[in-house]
């Protein structure tokens, strides 16, 4: 009447083995969360980019953001006083004849007008003047936002 002792027969080990090659049924989520954290630093770098490419000191005001429900046209006056559209430089006399080769809207274009701190006041003002009598309604000048020391 004596007892074996025994590891329980083969069946266990069997089982054990079949467990460890089972199929997870839980999602691994750690490669998703380190693509999305990449793309996260790729658009945080490349955004800041992605504006208008010519040179210019702005202004500072206490003015609000307007709502832009468009990408507007983007003239530029740098302190040499030369004129921009969007990235290409062009003379004065031309921008009428470009803003309505490229305006979609036709006269109800938002058209941004920046001007370095240090460009002419006159020249800005000669320039925005001609986009006004030329029939474009929707003009603005773009600033900074004021820094406020607190």
Do not use: C, W
């Amino acid at each position: 009447m004596g007892m074996s002792v025994g590891t329980g027969g083969g069946g266990g080990s069997r089982r054990r083995r079949a467990r460890r090659h089972a199929p997870v049924s839980e999602i691994n989520v750690t490669p998703f969360v380190d693509v999305m954290l990449v793309l996260l630093i790729i658009f945080m770098v490349a955004a800041p980019l992605l504006t208008v490419g010519v040179p210019i000191d702005l202004p500072e005001t206490q003015a609000k953001a307007l709502n832009a429900e468009t990408q507007p046209i983007t003239i530029s006056v740098n302190e040499d006083g030369r004129v921009f559209i969007q990235e290409d430089e062009i003379a004065e006399d031309e921008v009428i004849a470009k803003l309505q080769a490229i305006a979609t809207n036709g006269y109800d274009e938002r058209i941004y007008v920046r001007g370095d701190r240090t460009a002419d006041y006159g020249t800005v003002m000669k320039l925005m003047a001609r986009i006004s009598a030329a029939g474009y309604t929707r003009i603005g000048l773009v600033t900074l936002q004021e820094q406020t020391n607190q």
